[in-house]
């Protein structure tokens, strides 16, 4: 990409910026610190991405570093409106002081600030009102004589806003991509067909500082020029400008004003190409899909140029050759794979939903035996496009994982997206065991990214007994009887309100199922709080939660990420973490629910001890006399990033629900050990304590020692003779500093080191 700097053309750029704001705010005011009249920098900018929560969201004001305690003073006379005191850092405190100005309301709030002020108190100009919390004050500008609601404006725009603040330093175009519409199909500039989204990673500057280097911009736009830059093809409404933050659009259109995989806090990057408008974007503060249709033009070679500048007219501008062409460049939609079940001895089935577009040829499949490594079985020359379901022949003992692939008839065939994975195991066990894949969210910086996922793997890997696999969709349905199988394995992840854990449909499937004696294993970040936290839940919801998952919902975040199993159940003696990328989660969880026991369950599981993790109950449900089970963990099963935990969490499952088979390699887990080992801390890193543990086949004499990063030792946690058997040590690091630690045991002949990582 080659950078082409004219100042006349961003003269002519920006010439019509004035005519977006018609209504435009030009109270100023001072800086928010002493002395009042000096600049301060600026780290973080009005309308740029924040990726601090799950779907993502505007930030809503300019972020002023200062140390915790500074006082922050009025920048206007006013009286306080607001002053709360979160109890806690002071993150979420705030004062809000209300001004008049010609006879109208303009509001201030000082955000993650400590109040020094009570509500009714008149301020002076200069006056403190708080002292900061962390390190840096939220300063909210609320336009002049309007509701609060939606009316937040940019504080340091242009003609208003931060008195006297001067910027020198230009923002800057990193990269330009180009991709299909509404899509995650990156096309190469030599190639750009049909509909085309341009995004761009804007860095804008604000300071010397690093913090005030990765802002967002203020104005940003696209026109398309001929090939030889003299003649403008194609100049979108308001002169190209696509985005101008002087006010924000909705918090629902964050991910269509931005390209989510891509941006987060620190990096902002823009779908240029969606809305309709800067001016029609801050009057509706709605931003609607767009793109670039090229073929509306003649295909051969154009130039688009990128264009963004700050509010004090520094700019950057950038000019892309690409060509176009006629070629079909869409795949066609992602299949939905449904089901894979098994026939008879000898032969299983699977079933999709066939895509809509008119262009379908087929489909492709692949299989693995791992899960990991994949091989085609057949292409859209056998899997045809009228066919939604195929059957083969199987006999192997391992499991068998499948994931479909649609292809359309163009010269060059374009292929789908994946569709989930799913799989079959079939073994002569008599063993009927459903995994129902319930788990539709994605995207976001609290879940998994793709729209497709393979998770079954995480389950169909963790016991040795025979399986089938489906989708939600298949119980709805209809197509799928949950009374048909033993035990079902329920996949929640992540999914909250809007995808919805359990649907009414799905409610009343599994209260017939547990009432007819079924046992059911459900993990789910969010489903308490669906069910019961959450203000929408129904009689219905709670209903189900209390009495049929067994369980009351406490908190929506427990902020741990280790589990530990509780004494006296079976699951005691697990030790695990869950939710750590680091750690072989696939992805981050961020709200993992806290849940207790309820109306006769019991407390298999605690979040380092503490607070609950996991219910299990064995008993009747409703007015039914048949005896159900039930085991609801409470944070995503799938998300125990170690194989060999997943396995016991699972083993000592199916031992609750008398579906252990004594002869699989997981109930060695539960055995008498047959070698040393030494296993893994959890969690790890830790603070201040970690969990070790380890295996003594023989009574041997054991010593579990810990050294420092110099080795020099600094515990012996483990000192005497030891039974055969798994024995787990709780290790609290109370007086050490952070840092690198190494543990070592030694038994007999038997010695072994591994290292971990206290994070004070």
């Given at each position: ?81 607001v ?50 919390a962390?390190?840096?004050v ?57 509909k ?17 280097k ?7 736009g ?10 403008v ?17 909705g918090n ?128 859209e ?51 009927k ?19 497709y996922h ?12 025979s ?162 089970q ?59 304590s ?13 010593r ?57």
């Open positions: 990409m080659k950078s082409i700097k004219s100042v006349i053309i961003i003269v002519i750029l920006f010439s019509s910026a004035g005519n977006l704001l018609a209504q435009y705010d030009t109270t100023k005011y001072l800086w928010p610190y002493s002395p009042m009249t000096l600049q301060r920098s600026i780290a973080g900018t009005f309308g740029e991405y924040r990726s601090t929560s799950v779907e993502g969201h505007y930030h809503n004001a300019v972020d002023i570093p200062n140390s915790a305690g500074t006082p922050v003073l009025a920048v206007l006379p006013g009286v306080v409106a002053a709360y005191n979160d109890g806690s850092t002071g993150y979420d405190s705030y004062v809000r002081v209300t001004s008049q100005i010609n006879g109208q309301s303009k509001n201030i709030t000082y955000y993650h600030t400590n109040p020094s002020v009570s509500v009714g108190q008149s301020v002076l100009l200069g006056q403190q009102v708080s002292t900061v962390i390190d840096h939220h300063l909210i500008e609320y336009k002049l004589g309007t509701s609060l609601s939606g009316a937040q404006i940019n504080g340091i725009r242009e003609n208003g806003g931060l008195l006297n603040y001067v910027d020198t330093w230009k923002p800057h175009i990193r990269y330009v991509k180009f991709l299909l519409d509404g899509s995650t199909t990156f096309l190469s500039p030599n190639a750009l067909g049909s085309v989204d341009i995004i761009a990673h804007i860095q804008e500057e604000n300071g010397i500082n690093s913090s005030a990765n802002n967002g911009t203020y104005k940003i696209y026109k398309i020029f001929s090939a030889d830059t003299q003649t093809v194609y100049n979108p409404p308001d002169n190209g400008i696509r985005y101008q933050y002087y006010n924000l659009p629902q259109y964050v991910n269509v004003n931005y390209y989510q995989p891509e941006s987060n806090t620190s990096q902002h990057v823009y779908n240029i190409t969606n809305g309709s408008g800067a001016s029609n974007v801050m009057s509706t503060q709605a931003v609607s899909n767009n793109y670039w249709n090229v073929n509306n033009f003649p295909y051969g070679n154009y130039v688009v140029m990128i264009f963004t500048e700050d509010t004090r007219g520094n700019a950057d501008t950038v000019f892309i050759p690409v060509t176009t062409t006629d070629i079909d460049l869409i795949p066609p939609q992602q299949p939905a794979l449904d089901y894979v079940k098994r026939d008879d001895t000898n032969h299983f089935s699977f079933g999709w939903q066939t895509p809509p577009d008119a262009d379908l040829k087929g489909y492709r499949l692949y299989y693995s035996l791992n899960g990991s490594t994949y091989q085609l079985r057949d292409n020359n056998v899997l045809n496009n009228t066919l939604n379901n195929f059957q083969y022949s199987y006999n192997q003992l391992q499991p068998l994982y499948l994931k479909l692939s649609a292809v359309d008839s163009a010269a060059i065939p374009n292929v789908s997206e994946q569709s989930d994975v799913y799989g079959v195991r079939m073994l002569n066990d008599d063993k065991i459903l995994i129902v894949d319930g788990f539709d969210r994605y995207g976001g910086t609290g879940s998994w990214s793709h729209p393979d998770f079954v793997i995480s389950y169909g890997q963790s016991f040795d007994l399986f089938e696999s489906c989708s939600n969709d298949e119980i709805i349905n209809g197509n799928f009887n949950l009374n048909d199988y033993q035990l079902v394995i329920w996949i929640c992840g992540d999914e909250s309100t809007v995808d919805e854990t359990f649907s009414a449909v799905e409610i009343g499937k599994v209260k017939a199922f547990l009432e007819n004696g079924g046992k059911l294993f459900v993990s789910g970040s969010e489903i308490a709080w669906d069910l019961e936290g959450e203000s929408s839940a129904t009689t219905s919801d709670k209903d189900f939660l209390h009495n049929y998952l067994k369980a009351q919902f406490v908190s929506d975040d427990s902020n741990i990420y280790g589990v530990l199993g509780s004494d006296s159940t079976a699951f005691a003696g697990l030790g695990f973490s869950y939710g750590i990328q680091g750690l072989g989660s696939p992805y981050i969880e961020d709200y993992p629910d806290i849940i207790q026991a309820y109306g006769g369950s019991t407390e298999i599981l605690k979040y380092n001890g503490i607070a609950g993790a996991g219910v299990a109950y064995s008993g009747t449900f409703g007015s039914s006399a048949a005896t159900g039930v085991i609801y963990l409470s944070f995503p099963f799938e998300t125990i990033g170690d194989v060999n935990a997943r396995t016991q969490v699972m083993a000592a499952s199916l031992n609750y629900f008398g579906m252990l088979n004594p002869n699989s390699i997981h109930y060695e887990l539960y055995s008498t050990p047959t070698s040393y080992s030494l296993e893994q801390n959890y969690p790890n890193p830790f603070n201040p970690t969990v070790i543990q380890y295996a003594v086949p023989v009574q041997s004499h054991v579990l020692i810990i050294y420092d990063a110099l080795g020099r030792k600094v515990a012996e946690p483990v000192n005497e003779v030891k039974q055969s058997g798994r024995y787990k040590v709780n290790f609290a690091a109370n007086n050490l500093a952070s840092g690198v630690y190494f543990y070592t045991i030694r038994a007999a002949d038997f010695k072994a080191t591994n290292k971990m990582i206290l994070i004070r």
